[in-house]
C-alpha cells in the first residue's frame, strides 16, 4: 500500500480512537478497545472506508506503534494517548531508572518552572532511549530532550505504566525529577 495512504489511515484511526470516537458513532470499551468490524463499519459509514487488510497493514508496520489487536484480532485500541476518558487497564510497573521526555525548545522554561503535566492526556508520555525523545521534540521544533530521574520518583511513590508499544506514562513529572540534556 502506497505510504500516504497508510499515513492517512494512520491519522483518521488516531483521530478517532484516541480522541473523538463519538463523531463516528463508536465508544471505547475499558481498556479502550472497539470491535474492528464495528470500526471498520463506521469508517465505510462516514465516507473513510478502510479494508481489514489496510487496517493490518497499519497496525503492523506503524513506527511508534500506535495500535494493537487483542488476541483473537477482534478488538482494536490506540495503545495510549487518549484525551477522551478511557481506562487503558494498565498495571503499574517499576520504570527504569532514567527516562526522557522529548518536547520543542519553547517549551524548556515553562517545563523547567512547573514540571511536565500531562494536560489533556491521560498520562505524561516518556521513552526509554534519547533518540525516541528527540524525534518526539523535534515535531515541536527545535528538539530538547529532559532526563528524568524515574527510580527517584518511583522511589517517592510515583506510579509508572508501559503501554503495548512501550512509551512510558506517569501522570507528572515535578521540576525536581528533570535534567535538560
Given amino acids: 500500500m502506497e505510504n500516504s495512504r497508510l499515513v492517512k489511515i494512520s491519522k483518521y484511526l488516531?483521530?478517532?480512537?484516541?480522541?473523538?470516537?463519538?463523531?463516528?458513532?463508536?465508544?471505547?470499551?475499558?481498556?479502550?478497545?472497539?470491535?474492528?468490524?464495528?470500526?471498520?463499519?463506521?469508517?465505510?459509514?462516514h465516507l473513510f472506508p478502510i479494508s481489514r487488510d489496510e487496517l493490518n497493514e497499519v497496525v503492523a508496520q506503524s513506527d511508534k506503534k500506535r495500535f494493537s489487536f487483542d488476541s483473537t484480532g477482534t478488538l482494536i485500541r490506540a495503545n495510549q494517548g487518549h484525551?477522551?476518558?478511557?481506562?487503558?487497564?494498565?498495571?503499574p510497573v517499576v520504570p527504569p531508572d532514567i527516562l526522557y521526555h522529548g518536547t520543542g525548545h519553547q517549551a524548556v522554561e515553562f517545563i523547567e518552572k512547573i514540571g511536565l503535566n500531562k494536560m489533556s492526556r491521560h498520562h505524561v508520555h516518556l521513552s526509554k532511549d534519547v533518540a525516541t525523545a528527540k524525534s518526539v521534540g523535534a515535531r515541536h521544533g527545535k528538539p530538547v530532550v529532559f532526563i528524568v530521574d524515574a527510580a527517584a520518583m518511583y522511589k517517592a511513590g510515583y506510579e509508572f505504566y508501559c503501554s503495548d508499544n512501550g512509551v512510558w506514562l506517569v501522570d507528572d513529572v515535578p521540576p525536581e525529577y528533570l535534567r535538560k540534556m
Fill in 83 to 91: 484525551s477522551v476518558e478511557v481506562d487503558l487497564q494498565l498495571l
Fill in 14 to 45: 488516531s483521530k478517532h480512537l484516541r480522541h473523538q470516537p463519538h463523531l463516528i458513532g463508536i465508544q471505547l470499551a475499558p481498556g479502550g478497545w472497539v470491535g474492528v468490524d464495528e470500526l471498520l463499519a463506521a469508517c465505510e459509514k
